[in-house]
Every structure is written in structure tokens, then in C-alpha cells.
């Protein structure tokens, strides 16, 4: 009998989920253990100061900025021109010789075509295969997030392992609830083979849990329940209603028509918000409200580094959740580093949400990222 062919090329496991969704705490918690503490990364992120790159800095030699633009539609020749030159790079022992690779997506970033883009390029099929595609869902936000983001219910579907993230942030009751409406949603998608569940609080989900899910999903035709602790028991859902949308066959649906519409095409703004050292870390608390009170939905994700009057911190707030997160920033700084939030909103803007930025100093800086 001859021995099964090795495939030689380089894995790669694209990270996505909508904003704020917890990916990047969970690829950073990833990185230190053994299965992908050697990986190459690219990050993708909108705006022209990336935060997700600068948190990940050090953990590890070989990694690449993919920068104002969504690798699912306009950066998708930057997403290639990356994983190119990490190869190359590789090869000529310019940076360490990595066994796998991650990209982690920007939160809008549709998974299909960065996907189908790796299957269907001749260069990149011929040095790095597919080993799956990871999403993250917020246990805290996801039903306003799959309800209302078409983005959301794409990463949804297109996944291969789900994360149900932030659990500590929701009661037990409230979570087992929302894993019946997340199955019963992936049923009414009839996916041909849906997706892994696992859970992770405080980005406490092992590397090891994550990679041994995708083998038992690749390895068998059939659903596999994992038997990792954070793994969720698939059943059967007949629940008549669920918090998502739901339908029969015939009916007509709104939602999902605007998905088979969608077809990739989404558009964001990328705004900075610079912030002065001489602002008191409470009063920037207060401006982030004012933020969100003005400009509600169409504020879709803040964050960054600022330099205030009590010390450094790095400001993150997700979509629908009410306040955002402040800790002291423990990240190294260089005479580069810029005081501001990277302001994501949804675009065109209404006329009252724009002139209301202009008044605050935010601007777009000549980013407007069609993703």
C-alpha cells in the first residue's frame, strides 16, 4: 500500500467575526502556546493607525499590515501581495521559517471570497492550503449584531469553528438561550455541513481545543461533537421563534433577500479622532459617550491608544455594547506612536452625524474604505 502523499504547504487559518468580536484577545492568547506560537500573521484593519498589529507586536517575527481596506473586496490584491511576500521572505530566510499562518480579518470582512481567493490563485494554492475558517461571535451582543449586520450572518455561514466569545459577560440561562437561536439560525441557513461549536471566556479557549476541532470537522463526513470542555452539545432546534429572523421555505423575507443582494458590498468610514495629552482620562470617558449618543448605529467600532493627563490607555468599544473598555496601555511606544481613536462608521453619514464629527476634530483623513 502506498503512504498517503504529505501536504507540504503552509495552513492557514482565517480569523474572522464582527467587530468587537474578541478576536484579536483570542489570537493574541494563541500565540503564546506551542500550536501557533512560531505562525506568521496578517492583520487587516480599516483606518490608516491600526491597533490590532501594535497589540499583537512581539508575539511573533514574521507578520504583515494589510491597512485601509477589507481583504473580502478591495484588499483582496493586498491580501495576496502579503501572503506572497511572507513567502518569499520564508524562503530566503529573511524572517524565521513559519509552520502555519493566521489572518485575522477586519470585523466586516465577508469570508467567502479571502477564501475562494486562496482555492482559486494558482501562487497561493500552490504554497498554502485552507485549514479553516474561525469565527467569533460576541456572547453579549450577538443576537443585535446577527439581526442587524448582513456581515455578521456571512461570517456565520461561512465558518468552519464558532466561537461563542465574552461568555462570562452573560448569565448561563441568557447563554443557553442564545446557543438555541444560534443553532436554530444555522438550520434555517441549511448549511451542508454546519459549523463546530466552542465557547471562550476571557479568551480562555486553548489552541490545542481550537486545532483538534478542526481536524475531527476535516477528517469525518459527519458532525463530530467535540470533547473539548468549552464545546458546545449540537441538538436538534424546533423552537417556533427565535430572537434572529425566522420563516418558512415560501415566505417571504426581507433579510434574506438583502443577503443574496449583498454580493460583498459594503460600505465604512475609517476616522481619526486625535487626542491630546493634556485631555483627563474622564473627560475622554464623557466625549465617548457624547459619541455614541449622537451618532448611535452609525457607530460601528472605536479604539486606540491615547495619551492622557493620568498616564497612557488603550480605548476599545464594540457595536450595541454601552460603555466602552479603558485599560492602562502596557504597549511599547516609539516617537511614531499617535494619542487618537481609529473611529469606524458606517457611510454615507447622515448630515447631522457629519457635521457633528467635523465639530469634534474627526476626520476621515482622505480614508474612506470601500469593504
Given at each position: 500500500?502506498?503512504?498517503?502523499?504529505?501536504?507540504?504547504?503552509?495552513?492557514?487559518?482565517l480569523?474572522?467575526?464582527?467587530?468587537?468580536s474578541?478576536?484579536?484577545?483570542?489570537l493574541?492568547?494563541w500565540?503564546?502556546q506551542?500550536e501557533?506560537?512560531?505562525?506568521?500573521?496578517?492583520?487587516?484593519?480599516?483606518?490608516?493607525?491600526?491597533?490590532?498589529n501594535?497589540?499583537?507586536?512581539g508575539?511573533?517575527?514574521?507578520?504583515?499590515?494589510?491597512?485601509?481596506?477589507c481583504?473580502?473586496c478591495t484588499?483582496?490584491?493586498?491580501?495576496?501581495e502579503?501572503?506572497?511576500d511572507?513567502?518569499?521572505?520564508?524562503?530566503?530566510?529573511?524572517?524565521p521559517?513559519?509552520p502555519n499562518?493566521?489572518?485575522?480579518?477586519?470585523?466586516l470582512?465577508?469570508?467567502g471570497?479571502v477564501?475562494?481567493?486562496l482555492r482559486?490563485?494558482?501562487?497561493?494554492?500552490?504554497?498554502?492550503?485552507?485549514?479553516g475558517?474561525?469565527t467569533?461571535?460576541?456572547a453579549?451582543?450577538?443576537?443585535?449584531v446577527?439581526?442587524?449586520h448582513?456581515?455578521a450572518?456571512?461570517?456565520?455561514a461561512?465558518?468552519?469553528?464558532?466561537?461563542m466569545?465574552?461568555?462570562?459577560l452573560?448569565?448561563?440561562a441568557?447563554?443557553e438561550?442564545?446557543?438555541?437561536?444560534?443553532?436554530?439560525?444555522?438550520?434555517?441557513?441549511?448549511?451542508e455541513k454546519?459549523?463546530?461549536?466552542?465557547?471562550?471566556?476571557?479568551?480562555?479557549?486553548?489552541?490545542?481545543?481550537?486545532?483538534?476541532?478542526?481536524?475531527?470537522?476535516?477528517?469525518?463526513?459527519k458532525?463530530?461533537?467535540?470533547?473539548?470542555?468549552h464545546?458546545?452539545?449540537?441538538?436538534?432546534?424546533?423552537?417556533?421563534?427565535?430572537?434572529?429572523?425566522l420563516?418558512?421555505?415560501?415566505?417571504h423575507c426581507?433579510?434574506?433577500?438583502?443577503?443574496?443582494?449583498?454580493?460583498?458590498v459594503?460600505s465604512?468610514?475609517?476616522?481619526?479622532?486625535?487626542?491630546?495629552?493634556s485631555?483627563?482620562?474622564?473627560?475622554?470617558?464623557?466625549?465617548v459617550?457624547?459619541?455614541?449618543?449622537?451618532l448611535?448605529a452609525?457607530l460601528?467600532?472605536?479604539?486606540?491608544?491615547?495619551?492622557?493627563t493620568?498616564g497612557?490607555?488603550?480605548?476599545?468599544l464594540a457595536?450595541?455594547e454601552?460603555?466602552?473598555?479603558?485599560r492602562?496601555?502596557?504597549?511599547?511606544c516609539?516617537?511614531?506612536?499617535?494619542?487618537?481613536?481609529?473611529?469606524i462608521?458606517?457611510s454615507p453619514?447622515?448630515e447631522?452625524?457629519?457635521?457633528?464629527?467635523?465639530?469634534?476634530?474627526?476626520?476621515?483623513?482622505?480614508?474612506d474604505?470601500?469593504?
Amino acid at each position: 500500500m502506498n503512504a498517503p502523499i504529505l501536504d507540504k504547504r503552509i495552513p492557514v487559518y482565517l480569523l474572522t467575526g464582527y467587530l468587537g468580536s474578541g478576536k484579536t484577545s483570542l489570537l493574541k492568547s494563541w500565540l503564546a502556546q506551542d500550536e501557533f506560537k512560531e505562525a506568521a500573521l496578517v492583520i487587516n484593519e480599516l483606518g490608516e493607525v491600526g491597533l490590532d498589529n501594535q497589540l499583537l507586536s512581539g508575539a511573533t517575527e514574521s507578520s504583515a499590515l494589510v491597512a485601509n481596506a477589507c481583504v473580502c473586496c478591495t484588499g483582496l490584491p493586498g491580501l495576496a501581495e502579503a501572503l506572497e511576500d511572507l513567502f518569499w521572505a520564508r524562503l530566503e530566510r529573511r524572517m524565521p521559517r513559519f509552520p502555519n499562518l493566521v489572518i485575522e480579518t477586519t470585523g466586516l470582512a465577508e469570508p467567502g471570497p479571502v477564501a475562494e481567493a486562496l482555492r482559486s490563485s494558482d501562487l497561493l494554492k500552490e504554497r498554502y492550503r485552507l485549514a479553516g475558517v474561525i469565527t467569533c461571535l460576541s456572547a453579549s451582543t450577538a443576537d443585535a449584531v446577527l439581526k442587524q449586520h448582513a456581515e455578521a450572518r456571512a461570517q456565520l455561514a461561512g465558518a468552519d469553528v464558532l466561537i461563542m466569545t465574552k461568555t462570562d459577560l452573560v448569565s448561563s440561562a441568557r447563554l443557553e438561550a442564545l446557543h438555541l437561536r444560534v443553532l436554530h439560525q444555522l438550520a434555517h441557513l441549511e448549511l451542508e455541513k454546519p459549523p463546530s461549536l466552542l465557547t471562550s471566556a476571557r479568551a480562555n479557549l486553548s489552541a490545542e481545543d481550537l486545532i483538534n476541532s478542526l481536524a475531527r470537522r476535516f477528517i469525518s463526513e459527519k458532525e463530530v461533537v467535540p470533547s473539548s470542555a468549552h464545546a458546545l452539545a449540537l441538538q436538534v432546534v424546533t423552537t417556533p421563534s427565535h430572537a434572529l429572523h425566522l420563516h418558512t421555505p415560501a415566505e417571504h423575507c426581507a433579510i434574506c433577500e438583502h443577503e443574496h443582494a449583498h454580493a460583498h458590498v459594503h460600505s465604512a468610514q475609517a476616522l481619526w479622532w486625535p487626542i491630546a495629552s493634556s485631555t483627563a482620562i474622564e473627560a475622554l470617558q464623557a466625549q465617548v459617550g457624547e459619541l455614541q449618543q449622537n451618532l448611535g448605529a452609525e457607530l460601528l467600532r472605536l479604539k486606540g491608544r491615547v495619551q492622557t493627563t493620568e498616564g497612557r490607555y488603550v480605548i476599545q468599544l464594540a457595536p450595541f455594547e454601552t460603555h466602552a473598555e479603558v485599560r492602562p496601555d502596557e504597549l511599547a511606544c516609539t516617537d511614531n506612536t499617535r494619542s487618537g481613536l481609529t473611529v469606524i462608521v458606517s457611510s454615507p453619514l447622515s448630515e447631522a452625524s457629519a457635521q457633528y464629527l467635523v465639530q469634534q476634530g474627526i476626520s476621515s483623513l482622505g480614508i474612506d474604505a470601500k469593504v
